[in-house]
């Protein structure tokens, strides 16, 4: 048994439960129990640091770290077009480099679990998301780790080149072959989602195939949808449909998919996503890097749809920091609805109940009995929070922050702002090493 104490404890329990002077008992990896005041032993003192559920991402390439600041000044199909050439060198030796360092990069900003979106399979390349589970494990992060696919290439007029794009029937081949990875019930470590990139690079019948064979498998769907202007113009032209009602015709609105950026939707969008259960993934920082504009997070939440947070990938959100996307989260929401659309509280809520209502998971997201042990304690003798009488907003505000100690089924995965299982500047080290085979 283990008893962190004296802490200010934001639960995200269904009240909002908040403890100025708290503490949580811990055993066998999940939270026994949570109170005020006098703990049931006398267990650690945590000196008045904010603890808080281990964030969710929700949406990340981790393939990405490996291409960073490239396309500086592109929207998001000149982003894609110059460095679709360069993912076509990925091999699994750079993919586990990749994925450490994003693994590392998130559990420092007090992510403990991660969904990854991988769509790149260079052919002839094996073992990619072998590659980044075992990262995971080494790291003891939580993964929900994705079949991607893309089988649109240009000349039957989809984005991607058309040696980098797939069979169909290999694709759904492969997606079974991974679906005996996952696992199930509370404390899961490692699961599965099947994840079509795109409408401008995957096919309907891929879209239809992989949402049939997901279902049977009783895994989770997720894909882009909505991002640009100009993907709703292409959907248009090639489809007849705006995004959202392609979805609709595919069958993909539904309780078991949830959808990166969701950017670009009218109010028609907003409540088909939100009647059907579908769920967003929010990506603000990505979203401003490639002028693609800011999703209808407030209205989205007003209608009842779960919205969760991700920090996207690493060549199109160069920081892998999600507390930093909390922030930003609650800095465009204000932006585009006003200073009352968010409050510090509701943008810390997406990422963790959020994120976990995105991903299926009643065992995660919020410090309550019954759930996983993962934590995220954040200090607050930092100079940016001197002066915060609210130590809560002070930290959502004042981000980003490098976490002071972050436990993963109530192991530390970093312990003093470094992490424990791994050396930060081996990994990065290595990421160096292997990144030199994206230059041109």
Not at 64 to 79: G, I, N, P, V
Not at 80 to 93: F, G, I, T, V
Not at 124 to 136: C, K, R, V, W, Y
Not at 346 to 352: I, K, P, S, W, Y
Request: charged share 25%; proline share 4%.
């Amino acid at each position: 048994m283990t008893v962190l104490a004296n802490a200010n404890v934001v639960t995200m329990d269904d009240a909002g439960t908040e403890f100025a002077a708290g503490w949580i008992r811990i055993e066998d990896g999940f939270v026994a129990e949570v109170g005020s005041d006098t703990p049931p032993e006398r267990g650690e003192d945590l000196a008045g640091a904010v603890v808080t559920p281990a964030l969710i991402n929700t949406h990340h390439h981790l393939f990405q770290t490996l291409t960073r600041a490239r396309a500086q000044e592109a929207d998001l199909f000149t982003w894609l077009k110059e460095l679709y050439p360069l993912w076509a060198r990925l091999d699994a030796e750079a993919e586990y480099a990749a994925a450490r360092t994003g693994l590392a990069e998130l559990a420092l900003s007090g992510c403990g679990t991660v969904f990854d979106h991988h769509y790149v399979f260079p052919r002839g390349e094996d073992g990619l998301i072998e590659a980044e589970l075992q990262a995971a494990r080494e790291l003891g992060v939580r993964i929900v780790a994705s079949r991607g696919s893309m089988d649109l290439g240009e000349s039957a007029g989809g984005l991607p080149p058309d040696g980098l794009v797939e069979e169909l029937d290999a694709v759904l081949a492969d997606t079974e072959r991974l679906a005996g990875l996952h696992e199930t019930g509370p404390g899961a470590r490692v699961q599965l989602a099947v994840a079509p990139c795109s409408p401008f690079s995957v096919t309907g019948r891929l879209m239809s195939e992989s949402a049939e064979l997901a279902r049977s498998l009783e895994l989770p769907l997720h894909t882009h949808l909505a991002e640009t202007a100009e993907e709703e113009a292409y959907c248009q032209e090639l489809y007849g449909f705006r995004p959202v009602e392609y979805l609709e015709q595919l069958g993909w609105l539904a309780g078991d998919v949830w959808c990166a950026h969701c950017v670009h939707l009218d109010d028609g969008d907003v409540g088909k996503l939100a009647a059907t259960g579908t769920g967003v993934a929010h990506c603000p920082t990505s979203n401003l890097r490639l002028g693609a504009g800011v999703a209808p997070v407030r209205p989205l939440l007003d209608a009842g749809a779960r919205v969760g947070l991700g920090v996207d990938g690493s060549a199109s959100n160069e920081r892998g920091d999600l507390l930093f996307e909390v922030k930003q989260a609650l800095l465009v929401a204000r932006g585009r609805d006003g200073p009352t659309a968010l409050t510090a509280r509701d943008a810390l809520r997406l990422a963790t109940r959020g994120g976990a209502a995105l991903l299926g998971r009643d065992d995660v997201g919020a410090i309550e009995a019954g759930r996983c042990a993962d934590l995220a304690v954040w200090r607050t003798d930092m100079l940016e929070l001197a002066g915060a009488r609210d130590p809560v907003a002070g930290l959502v505000l004042s981000a980003p922050h490098r976490v002071d100690r972050l436990l993963v089924g109530g192991e530390d995965v970093v312990r003093g702002g470094r992490l424990v299982r791994a050396s930060e500047q081996e990994i990065a080290q290595e990421q160096r090493r292997q990144a030199e085979k994206f230059n041109p």
